[in-house]
């Protein structure tokens, strides 16, 4: 049983899609996938994600241990940065297929929507 969200599933995947569907976590996850990354950075990076969702979504992440938040000191000012876990960097690989299979077999066409 795996529990996302107060939510408990009996399907890994299932419990996986449910943190991968929500807004802006792939994009997260993609953002900081090959470095270390301040907060300010990171919503930068993200246009249109606010703090608040921003904040929201990575404390997810790190609940789930796909995220590492660091905290550090610096001339008495606390300093975090956010960068992947082993857990995390693992889903990359498997981001790239999904990446792969959607360009190979989903229709983009916005003129439709």
């Excluded at 082993?86 to 983009?108: F, R, V």
């Amino acid at each position: 049983m795996f529990k996302i969200d107060e939510i408990i599933y009996d399907c890994p995947v299932e419990a996986l899609s449910n943190i991968l569907g929500k807004k802006w976590v792939a994009v997260i996850i993609w953002e900081i996938k090959s470095e270390k990354i301040r907060f300010g950075e990171l919503q930068r990076k993200i246009e249109g994600c606010s703090k608040k969702m921003l904040t929201q979504q990575l404390d997810l992440l790190i609940n789930n241990k796909i995220v590492v938040k660091e905290k550090k000191t610096i001339n008495n000012t606390m300093e975090s940065t956010y960068y992947l876990s082993d857990s995390g960097l693992k889903l990359l690989p498997i981001m790239e297929s999904m990446i792969h299979w959607s360009n190979s077999n989903l229709s983009c066409d916005k003129e439709h929507k």
